[in-house]
């Protein structure tokens, strides 16, 4: 039976725009299918299609605003048996023209100005807007559309639409600003309601003042929104409520929000019921409706930003003058929550940060967290809980100025937010070392998971380009990343120049310098994302929307380039060898680039473009060989300079061997100096070398600089810099996590065949290497889960792989004795079978 059942790879998603959506299933048991019957009810019957394929593009008319559908799918398998049908999935389109919107923009008076410019200053507490409207009759369906800038908080008779919170996404809110929509049916009442927004200023309104840190100022928009509900009544009446002139605009608790700064609140000025009907708002005024249009409104097309954990402070510490610190046990991005009860007017200050000094106060500088950075509160009378609502911190540590000693640890807890993307990957060995190191690189990632892919959740809160492709597998083995990506991906097409530049960062909330503006190893990503997402999901859309995109860029790389050479960028980024010439990065950069985009237009059957691109990767290659071979080395000799050339394929072949082993002895050593941009490289090529020796030795190794040497010393985050706790970096970067795709790649040993995408062909060859005894990997593809797990003692090693419905695998075992395989598999070279989905065990013995 099929199961799973995703529409824009989400589940029954609200407010999609694809008026020819893709749906996509997965099978059960050891299933096999042949062919397929989607039926999307009332609007599209496929029939019975011949096709193991489990995506489907709707093949109906093309679907309108607010169409709510439901569909079903079954298939056949090899024996022409049909399964029953599925039980069904929805999907409903969201406002799709610029005309289906009837509501205005809002806001409170006192943040435009006369001639409805926003004032770029501070100074005044944050906006709720409301307004109220009778509900008449039974409702049997309520959609709220909604979005505001920077950052609202919607509510309806007084209780939240949603649990998503920062919202809306990052995104060139001057070209698109991303609404979500609610079903809201259960909210409402017969007769009167009320709906409230709550606004911040988000990265949106970045305020200049002097008391706390900014990375920039700048303002894009001050706070504003827009909303309209849309409802329809048991007799077929269909009401809309929608902002506009006849809402009241009042002030807020919440005194001043800053996005990198801090926020402010006062407790006693809290209004109870501001939000539900017939409260007294005498003091407010009448909004201001803004003349903005309604054409950048596009709906959310991924997981929003969720809390996804709670810990409760593990510790509250006293530093050496008698502060208060919580320690909340690990490294996150999100709120720090006080939970109090005591008389009002105490003020509190809460300054967070991911290290304390040498008199346990929390560190905060420039190049860790930024600073000064902190949140206060202003308590009211009686038990009361507060964390921020308009921006989020990065912090481990929480300094609570102002708190009365007898406030136990239960005072504070951390709420850990990130983009809501599934959990999908699993990895466990038998060694503590190696759990730690993959432990702190997933919490990285969830640290800067979030509307995009920062490098750090304090100082920066960017979009840094680079980590979105150069660790696309570290994200996507462990989180189901697919809708995610594609917004993503559109973020930084917005983000391209007409001269075809992809800036370092996106969205480009300020315009950087020279090299962290324009480096090919950042702005690379737009070529590299749409062909990894093919790769790895079996989605050729992205390719196809953004292939003219992908060829600007490389046309652009192609203009600045001199003779096939690249020479501006940053190099290989928080590399320690200086040896690595900058030029050599890049053009490894532009090489990649193109290459890769050779590759997009075979696929997508653009022959002539194929065939062009090859010829420019091949004449890249040439030219990268005439600059910097010398005396039968790369560049200036080091690392990097022999990883690329060798990621390339343009080390002379009699001299592979000797370059490969000079780096798998330096790697096995823990001697490593290569940066981020080599990092990830260097692994594919040991990888592809079977040298896993090499790697296993620098992933137990605990010197600087490695990744154990941060486990020691006590990091509870992948750190910005190697060395790690012991210097006052990042504690939040995932940036050099490149380790943890070799870990499920090369110990797990779950890959995919040449050519294959989606993982429907399967290539599991795991590693053994040095005295590890166990290993366990899993993670999802699109046709469902894979797993791996195999374990050794005394002589003997064991293999389990689960292979699921809709893929085969080749599996591989390692040269550890005489190999055992199951009767099913059909053997397809030395120590090597081909298996159909199922379970399988496999085993050796010396």
Not at 7 to 33: F, H, M, N
Not at 126 to 135: M, Q, S, V, Y
Not at 295 to 312: D, F, K, N, Q, S
Request: aromatic share 10%; proline share 6%; net charge negative.
């Amino acid at each position: 039976m099929p199961t799973n059942l995703r529409t824009c790879d989400l589940t029954d998603p609200l407010g999609i725009e694809a008026t020819r959506p893709v749906l996509s299933w997965r099978l059960t048991g050891a299933a096999t299918q042949t062919a397929y019957h989607v039926r999307v009810d009332g609007l599209w019957d496929s029939g019975e299609v011949e096709s193991a394929g489990q995506r489907v593009v709707y093949g109906g008319a093309p679907l309108a605003s607010r169409t709510a559908a439901r569909w079903q799918v079954r298939t056949r398998d090899e024996a022409g048996r049909w399964s029953g049908w599925s039980e069904p999935a929805r999907f409903e389109l969201g406002l799709l023209e610029p005309g289906d919107w009837t509501a205005s923009w809002i806001t409170h008076p006192g943040w435009y100005d006369e001639g409805g410019d926003p004032r770029v200053g501070e100074g005044r507490p944050l906006p709720l807007l409301a307004g109220e409207f009778t509900a008449s009759g039974r409702v049997t369906r309520a959609r709220l559309y909604v979005a505001g800038l920077g950052v609202y908080v919607a509510s309806l008779n007084g209780s939240p639409v949603t649990d998503a919170v920062l919202e809306p996404a990052y995104t060139d809110f001057t070209r698109r600003v991303a609404y979500a929509v609610h079903d809201v049916t259960a909210l409402l009442r017969d007769g009167r309601n009320a709906l409230g927004l709550a606004l911040g200023p988000g990265i949106a309104h970045v305020f200049p003042h002097q008391d706390r840190y900014m990375k920039f100022y700048g303002s894009k928009a001050a706070p504003k929104a827009i909303a309209q509900l849309e409802v329809r009544y048991a007799d077929g009446r269909e009401e809309r409520f929608r902002t506009d002139a006849g809402w009241l605009a009042g002030e807020g608790p919440t005194t001043r929000s800053h996005w990198y700064g801090g926020e402010d609140y006062d407790a006693r000025l809290e209004l109870p019921g501001w939000d539900v009907p017939g409260a007294d708002r005498s003091g407010w005024r009448p909004v201001v409706a803004l003349p903005d249009a309604t054409g950048t409104l596009r709906a959310r097309a991924c997981p929003p930003i969720r809390v996804t954990e709670e810990l409760p402070a593990v510790e509250k510490l006293t530093a050496a003058d008698g502060t208060p610190v919580f320690d909340v046990g690990t490294v996150i991005a999100g709120w720090a929550e006080l939970r109090l009860d005591l008389p009002a007017g105490r003020y509190l200050r809460l300054v967070p940060g991911d290290q304390l000094d040498a008199f346990g106060r929390v560190i905060q500088s420039k190049p860790t967290t930024g600073a000064p950075i902190f949140n206060t509160y202003v308590t009211k009378e009686g038990p009361q809980r507060w964390r921020p609502s308009f921006r989020y911190d990065g912090f481990r540590y929480v300094e609570v100025q102002g708190l009365p000693e007898q406030a136990g640890r239960e005072a504070l807890a951390g709420l850990a937010l990130r983009a809501d993307n599934d959990v999908i990957g699993r990895f466990e060995t038998s060694d503590p070392l190696l759990d730690g190191i993959h432990r702190i690189i997933d919490r990285a990632v969830r640290g800067n998971m979030y509307s995009v892919l920062t490098d750090c959740p304090h100082r920066e809160k960017l979009g840094w380009l680079e980590q979105t492709h150069l660790l696309f597998d570290v994200v996507a083995y462990n989180y189901d990343v697919a809708a995610y990506l594609r917004e993503l991906l559109v973020t930084i097409a917005e983000a391209q120049t007409p001269e075809g530049l992809v800036p370092d960062i996106a969205p480009e909330y300020l315009v950087f310098d020279g090299a962290f503006r324009d480096d090919p190893n950042w702005g690379g990503a737009m070529v590299r994302i749409p062909w990894q997402m093919y790769r790895w999901y079996g989605d050729a859309s992205a390719l196809e929307r953004h292939y003219d995109a992908m060829a600007r860029y490389v046309g652009y790389l192609t203009g600045k380039a001199d003779d096939g050479i690249l020479r501006h960028g940053l190099g290989d980024w928080f590399g320690l060898d200086d040896t690595t010439q900058v030029p050599l990065v890049s053009t490894w950069g532009y090489w990649r680039a193109a290459g890769t985009l050779a590759r997009a237009a075979e696929a997508l059957g653009r022959g002539d473009d194929a065939k062009r691109y090859k010829a420019l990767t091949d004449a890249i290659s040439a030219a990268f060989t005439g600059a910097f071979l010398k005396d039968g080395r790369f560049g200036g000799g080091g690392q990097a300079s022999q990883v690329f050339a060798l990621d390339m394929g343009v080390v002379p072949a009699e001299l592979v061997p000797d370059a490969l082993d000079e780096l798998s002895a330096a790697v096995r050593a823990g001697e490593i100096t290569v940066g981020e941009v080599a990092l990830p490289a260097l692994y594919q090529v040991l990888t592809r070398a079977g040298r896993h020796d090499a790697l296993y030795g620098f992933a137990t190794s605990t010197t600087h600089p490695s990744y154990g040497y941060q486990v020691r010393n006590g990091a509870t985050a992948l750190t910005e810099a190697w060395d790690g706790p012991t210097r006052g970096l990042s504690q939040n970067h995932y940036m050099l996590g490149a380790i943890d795709a070799w870990f499920y790649r090369g110990l797990g040993g779950i890959g995919q065949a040449p050519g294959s995408t989606g993982f429907q062909n399967l290539l599991i060859a795991p590693a053994a290497p040095g005295d590890l005894a166990s290993v366990t990997a899993r993670t999802a593809t699109p046709y469902g889960e894979v797993g791996v797990a195999w374990r050794r003692a005394d002589g003997a090693y064991e293999l389990e792989v689960e292979v699921p419905p809709g893929s085969t695998a080749e599996v591989r075992l390692p040269d550890l004795g005489a190999a055992r395989a199951p009767d099913a598999a059909q053997a397809v070279g030395e120590r090597a079978w081909e298996v159909p989905a199922g379970r399988w065990t496999f085993g050796a013995r010396r």
